[in-house]
């Protein structure tokens, strides 16, 4: 089993920067592969980033460029430094790590942009 607790979130405004923090435990973190889920009222849950356990990273279209995802093996932690931020990021946030095919969430942190 898997625990994921997601922190960082908040209010934001336009153009500034936030960054996500998720801590693991419960397993042997390095072996997992990690990633940011997003949910916006009204919308389906969409894949942010991940990063493989090899460190290999992957960002939705909407978010290259402005967001970086990263991974601290030795602290079990998942980052996402989140810049240039626009109101279409506002969203619960979530934290997900997968191995052979199980994928584990937390509960989620809320990001909102806005003036």
């Known amino acids: 089993q898997v625990q994921l607790v997601e922190s960082g979130g908040g209010l934001v405004q336009p153009g500034g920067s936030l960054r996500l923090s998720c801590a693991a435990s419960?397993?042997?973190?390095?072996?997992?592969?990690m990633g940011w889920y997003r949910q916006a009222p009204g919308k389906q849950r969409e894949l942010v980033a991940s990063i493989t356990s090899g460190g290999a990273t992957n960002y939705a279209d909407s978010v290259k460029g402005r967001f970086t995802i990263s991974r601290d093996n030795a602290k079990n932690a998942l980052y996402l430094q989140m810049n240039s931020l626009k109101s279409e990021d506002t969203a619960v946030y979530y934290c997900?790590?997968?191995?052979?095919?199980?994928?584990?969430w937390g509960q989620g942190t809320q990001v909102t942009v806005s003036s």
């Open positions: 997900i790590a997968e191995r052979f095919k199980v994928r584990f």
């Open positions: 419960g397993t042997i973190f390095m072996t997992y592969a």
